[in-house]
T-cell receptor
Framework: DTAVSQTPKYLVTQMGNDKSIKCEQN?????MYWYKQDSKKFLKIMFS???????INETVPNRFSPKSPDKAHLNLHINSLELGDSAVYFC???????????????FGPGTRLTVL | AQKITQTQPGMFVQEKEAVTLDCTYD???????LFWYKQPSSGEMIFLIY??????QNATEGRYSLNFQKARKSANLVISASQLGDSAMYFC????????????FGPGTRLSVLP
């Protein structure tokens, strides 16, 4: 039983294309996140969703758009891909409530995106 | 300003020895959580241990313990009896209310366990 799953695991595409990465969690968590991990392994939050509401949107290009059809899914859509978008993208989830900062995040396996 | 600092980009330790990975943090919130994650070469992120700002005792989970020094704002990870499988990247992270409960990760420390 996979707690947080992402598809695809690998994505190779040409510059200028549009692509999506899907994420699903079966933990019943109410908050989901997208992270970008660059080649130096630095992990940066991109988006988080709580109960289908975007609660923080870091300064990422508007070519990136998160879409959450329901509490268990948070997909990442990327328009007009650029070389600098090549990275590993992680989805994560946690069970939060108002003011709850004590629960860990569970991460998906990551999607390695390569833009040629 | 960096909220999470990990000053050791790389560390080596001999198998079966203990190792300490440093983490210092910056917050003005009285309430926050500190987390350590492991990322082996296979790429997945594995949660290891958690420490709350109000916890009186240092957290322990098996061979992992967290040396929490609140006044110094440090939360070092101690791994006892290192194993070859401990070779990985280790990330320290923090959650605080004022940051919308989101996680902020440090740059990581790459640990290599030598046989």
């Amino acid at each position: 039983d996979t707690a947080v799953s992402q598809t695809p695991k690998y994505l190779v595409t040409q510059m200028g294309n549009d692509k999506s990465i899907k994420c699903e969690q079966n933990l019943g968590h109410d908050t989901m996140y997208w992270y970008k991990q660059d080649s130096k392994k630095f992990l940066k939050i991109m988006f988080s969703y709580n109960n289908k509401e975007l609660i923080i949107n870091e300064t990422v290009p508007n070519r990136f758009s998160p879409k959450s059809p329901d509490k268990a899914h948070l997909n990442l859509h990327i328009n007009s891909l650029e070389l600098g978008d090549s990275a590993v993208y992680f989805c994560a989830s946690s069970q939060d409530g108002a003011g709850n900062i004590y629960n860990e995040q569970f991460f998906g396996p990551g999607t390695r995106l390569t833009v040629l | 300003a960096q909220k999470i600092t990990q000053t050791q980009p790389g560390m080596f330790v001999q198998e079966k020895e203990a190792v300490t990975l440093d983490c210092t943090y910056d917050t003005s919130d009285p309430s926050y959580g500190l987390f350590w994650y492991k990322q082996p070469s296979s790429g997945e992120m594995i949660f290891l241990i958690y420490q709350g700002s109000y916890d009186q005792q240092n957290a322990t989970e098996g061979r992992y313990s967290l040396n929490f020094q609140k006044a110094r704002k440090s939360a070092n990870l101690v791994i006892s009896a290192s194993q070859l499988g401990d070779s990985a990247m280790y990330f320290c992270a923090m959650r605080e209310i004022s940051y919308g409960q989101n996680f902020v990760f440090g740059p990581g420390t790459r640990l290599s366990v030598l046989p």
